[in-house]
Nanobody, 114 residues
Framework: VQLQASGGGLVQAGGSLRLSCAAS?????MGWYRQAPGKQRELVAT???????IYADSVKGRFTISRDNANNTVYLQMNGLKPEDTAVYYCAARGSTWGSMDYWGQGTQVTVSS
């Protein structure tokens, strides 16, 4: 499965960005992870093909993950961005209910200025 992410950029604190990730085929779980400088990669959100979602506590209420199964695309709407959201965001996917992600896209930089 190939994943192609887009939509990063520079935004002021309180602003919004939307990330998109297109997969080469339909897959059960799609999601977003992020890695800030000097930190480990962390989960942001995942979504099943059924629409059920999981969010990191740090983004609940501000970020929304959604997917278009017809186009094998997952989105991450990020509102109320904070400087601590600055990171490289990675799209990821897996075909099983549990376990680590099997496929990774290239990262897209999100920078939030204070």
């Amino acid at each position: 499965v190939q994943l192609q992410a887009s939509g990063g950029g520079l935004v002021q604190a309180g602003g919004s960005l939307r990330l998109s990730c297109a997969a080469s085929r339909n897959i059960l779980i799609m999601g977003w992870y992020r890695q800030a400088p000097g930190k480990q990669r962390e989960l942001v959100a995942t979504i099943r093909s059924t629409g059920s979602t999981i969010y990191a506590d740090s983004v609940k209420g501000r970020f929304t993950i959604s997917r278009d199964n017809a186009n094998n695309t997952v989105y991450l709407q990020m509102n109320g961005l904070k400087p601590e959201d600055t990171a490289v965001y990675y799209c990821a996917a897996r075909g099983s209910t549990w376990g680590s992600m099997d496929y990774w896209g290239q990262g897209t930089q999100v920078t939030v200025s204070s």
